[in-house]
């Protein structure tokens, strides 16, 4: 068994430990209670998958079954932490909260506050700082993708044999042919590239008068496919037919990134069933969009029983971020929302159901980052990760399916150079250390440290969904002290963020201060490129999709460009795969 953090690290495991993250209850919800879609609906018929099998060059004939499992990553989009029925939500999510109870739930499960910079760590294994993407998200008019010398977790997995399909939401960038998601290492893409759009129109404005359609199959966009269906349920098709048409004895990597509970809110109308009751019109809606979602999630599990993978496969089921409670979604009882670095931000809905787990039925508290998926499906795979590539993640299948110690001990939640300033932040209030102007975010153990402006900071309790009245949804808000810029919380002890105690352990803020400075030695400038007028739909014919030409790069390279140098002109990191930065470094009393 790995070895703990606190025999490591000691000075951080000061203070009573009390027991943290205990949520306001589990609603214990009947399966019977919930209709889902009737199998014929999205099904194939025995004609249709031999014919897609035929498309796609694959033969349907039986063979030695695979020892490599079958891959299923499932990312929900905004949902909240409270959003799911065993958080104790009033949302009935029968299907997530069978498949969570009879696998492994993560309730010490961290991913970014944003769309992109958590879709760039799972894919990659890395900080954002590490990829340049440390910086908000990747606007649709930006000439800017993930960058491409980084190698994702696809590309590996079909070194070893996988079959790699990606069908949702891309949010990676795509000015360049190079940075679509079939140019990363996916077999097949169905979906959109951008970060939000129309649920039936597939059509999505940027600004007045920037508007164009967002749904690929593959390269191209998929005209043939607006029928007006909802993307949720038309996802949902997609999978089922990729399932139906490959052959079970081949291993396959599935990525579903639903575009579902993200905004604009809507839903089809029989979702709004069982939430008429439910005053606020957003949460209403919100709702009826995760009752679909988790309708979906269930036909899915059933496809891959239907067609064979099941009994091999390890399905893994997380949010993108914290919800955001102006769009419906729900963090309570942490603090903050999308977009912030507090608990509420970052602190995700996650699970990992298979009938390959050891220690089904539990709960794994370990510390569990979205990096980790990297390392840790690479090595299922019995792929291998080459020592040049500079991990963030970890291998953590033994933490959950186990149950054994984490090997993570802290997270770089992030370093952001460019966000707006905090305004009384300074190198004074960081010990001439850091600057606490800066927007960053680290945890170690159980400790959390935030500078500069974190986001958004209230508490927002159910009943603020309600119209019973605003009062108590006032009495959580924050009265903002004059001059904070640092803050640390034993999250441990205070998952909800309630207690600063950094004027109790200074000695800590420094120690994490320095971590972060140490961390940011180690970062790539920030890609953030202005936005492109040759980026208009109204340009490529009405879509969205490449605009960046090979000519046109030869001529006027742009910011992109110096990609490459950066890597050369970057001092070389120590670090290898897996190895965290607190192993660089010497602590006081560690």
């Known amino acids: 068994m ?7 690290h000691h000075w951080l495991c000061k203070g009573t430990m ?13 399966l019977l209670a919930y209709g889902y879609l009737s199998w014929d609906t999205f099904g194939s018929s025995p004609e249709e998958t031999e014919t897609t099998r035929a498309k796609l060059g694959e ?11 079958h891959i299923v990553f499932i990312l929900a989009d905004d949902q909240g932490f409270r959003d799911v029925g065993y958080h104790g939500s009033e949302i009935r999510t029968p299907t997530l909260d069978r498949l969570a109870a009879e696998g492994v739930k993560l309730e010490n499960y961290y991913v970014q506050p944003m769309c992109t910079p958590s879709r760039s760590q799972f894919i990659t294994g890395k900080y954002q700082i590490h990829t340049g993407l440390q910086h ?52 097949s893409f169905f979906g959109s590239l951008l970060g939000s759009g129309d649920y039936y129109t597939h059509y999505k404005c940027d600004s007045p008068g920037i508007c164009g359609y967002d749904l690929y199959e593959n390269d191209n966009a998929a005209w043939d496919h607006d029928n007006g269906i909802y993307s949720t349920q038309m996802y949902t098709q997609k999978v089922q037919q ?10 396959i990597f599935l990525y579903i990134a639903y575009q579902a509970v993200h905004s604009p809110l809507q839903a089809p109308g029989k979702y709004f069933e069982h939430y008429r009751s439910i005053n606020n019109i957003n949460r209403r809606r919100y709702a009826a969009m995760l009752a679909c979602l988790d309708e979906a999630i269930n036909n899915v599990t059933l496809a891959l029983k239907r067609y064979g993978y099941y009994d091999n496969s390890i399905l893994i089921y997380s949010s993108d971020n914290g919800g955001q409670p102006t769009a419906g979604g729900s963090n309570w009882p942490l603090r903050g929302s999308k977009g912030s670095y507090w608990e509420g931000g970052i602190r995700a809905v996650g699970f990992v159901h298979s009938p390959l787990l050891k220690n089904k039925g539990s709960v794994c508290k370990e510390l569990v980052h979205i990096t980790d998926w990297f390392p840790t499906l690479i090595t299922l795979a019995e792929g291998q990760i080459d020592e040049d590539i500079q991990l963030d993640g970890y291998d953590i299948w033994e933490t959950i399916s186990e149950g054994r110690r984490s090997p993570r001990v802290d997270i770089l939640h992030n370093i952001d150079p460019i966000y707006t300033k905090a305004k009384n932040g300074s190198w004074a209030a960081g010990f001439g250390i850091w600057n606490t102007a800066i927007q960053s975010a680290i945890r170690v153990n159980h400790w959390k440290l935030l500078t500069g402006n974190p986001g958004y900071s209230d508490w927002v309790p159910p009943q603020s969904f309600s119209n019973i009245g605003p009062n108590r949804w006032h009495n959580e808000r924050v009265s903002w002290m004059a001059g904070k810029t640092v803050w640390l919380f034993n999250i441990t002890a205070d998952p909800y963020e309630r207690v600063d105690l950094s ?36 340009l490529n014919g009405g879509v969205w999709g490449p605009w960046f030409k090979e000519d046109e790069k030869k001529k006027k390279p742009g910011k ?20 965290s930065l607190h192993c660089r470094l010497h602590l006081a009393g560690g």
Not at 18 to 30: C, H, I, M, N, T
Not at 506 to 535: E, H
């Open 2 to 8: 790995a070895p703990g953090g606190c025999a490591r």
């Open 59 to 69: 033969e349907p004939e039986a063979g030695a079954p695979t020892s490599q499992p």
């Open 136 to 187: 908000s998200v990747i606007r649709p008019t930006q000439p800017n993708c993930l960058p491409l010398d980084n190698v994702t977790l696809p590309q590996k997995l079909k070194e070893v044999g996988y079959s790699t399909h990606m069908v949702g939401k891309w949010h990676l960038g795509f000015y360049r042919k190079e940075c679509m998601p079939t140019q990363r290492g996916f077999d």
């Open 242 to 251: 990729i399932l139906a048409s490959h052959n079970p004895n081949t291993p």
């Open 503 to 538: 004027g109790k352990y200074p000695d800590i803020v420094k120690q994490l201060l320095q971590r972060l400075s140490q961390f940011n030695k180690t970062a790539v400038p920030v890609r953030y490129p202005a936005k492109d007028p040759r980026s208009n739909p109204k």
């Open 560 to 579: 992109i460009k110096g990609e490459n140098k950066q890597k050369k002109n970057k001092k070389k990191t120590s670090q290898k795969k897996g190895q």
């Open 18 to 30: 009390l027991a943290g993250g205990v949520l306001l209850g589990f609603s214990v919800l009947s």
